[in-house]
């Protein structure tokens, strides 16, 4: 049976709903914590890989190593063709490591914001039965741009690299995972009463949760 690896870079940067539905899949899972300086996986054939977000950037490997040897484990997954799904953090990081550019403090969007899909991406299995234009929440102040030979899926108003693929490797800068604890977790510092990011997510929470787990569930598909 295949094993569904979660890293998490970042203490603050959980899984969220997307934890939420692991509990009734039948996959095997385990996150790794690497900030708790747990090794990274050893991935069987079989195995996925979900790489979550952090608040650090791509180009902060010095202040956290082990961002160099995830951006390792990504290239080799990668060129292999396992699944694997990167987020936010993540996808900057599967971008850089297959040869894209992240820009630092450029493009970032806070909040719903709606994704376009590009033709490759109307034609994508991680796309299946999500409609063009839905909403999803960001949280970024860096940008990638996808490497040259990846497929662009996804883009938005500001930023247009919002989805990628190459081979059976995704990488987003939206957060399809986040829930209201999560959204209110990142925002509180900036908005204490809500009003700017966790009441409008809340209005339009059963939409982005819609959305969420089509995608995991198309992800989860590819294993």
Avoid at 176 to 202: I, K, M
Avoid at 205 to 220: D, G, P, R, T, V
């Amino acid at each position: 049976m295949a094993t569904l690896h979660l890293i998490q870079s970042d203490s603050r940067v959980t899984s969220g709903y997307f934890g939420d539905l692991l509990h009734s899949r039948p996959e095997k899972k385990k996150t790794y914590r690497l900030f708790e300086e747990m090794p990274l996986p050893q991935l069987q054939e079989k195995d996925a890989l979900i790489v979550l977000g952090g608040y650090m950037g791509v180009h902060d490997q010095q202040q956290y190593p082990y961002l160099a040897d995830l951006l390792t484990v990504l290239r080799e997954s990668a060129e292999k063709g396992t699944p694997l799904l990167g987020i936010c953090l993540g996808g900057q990081l599967l971008a850089h490591a297959l040869g894209g550019d992240v820009s630092a403090k450029t493009r970032g969007e806070k909040g719903l914001v709606e994704i376009r899909l590009t033709p490759q991406g109307e034609a994508d299995p991680l796309f299946s039965d999500i409609d063009s234009g839905f909403l999803a929440f960001q949280w970024h102040n860096d940008s990638f741009t996808p490497p040259a030979n990846a497929d662009l899926l996804a883009s938005s108003r500001d930023c247009p690299g919002q989805a990628f693929r190459y081979k059976n490797a995704w990488g987003l800068q939206f957060h399809p995972e986040v829930d209201a604890d999560l959204v209110q977790r990142w925002s509180e510092p900036v908005d204490p009463d809500g009003t700017t990011y966790l009441t409008p997510f809340r209005a339009a929470q059963q939409e982005h949760y819609s959305m969420a787990k089509q995608l995991f569930e198309n992800f989860l598909a590819q294993l």
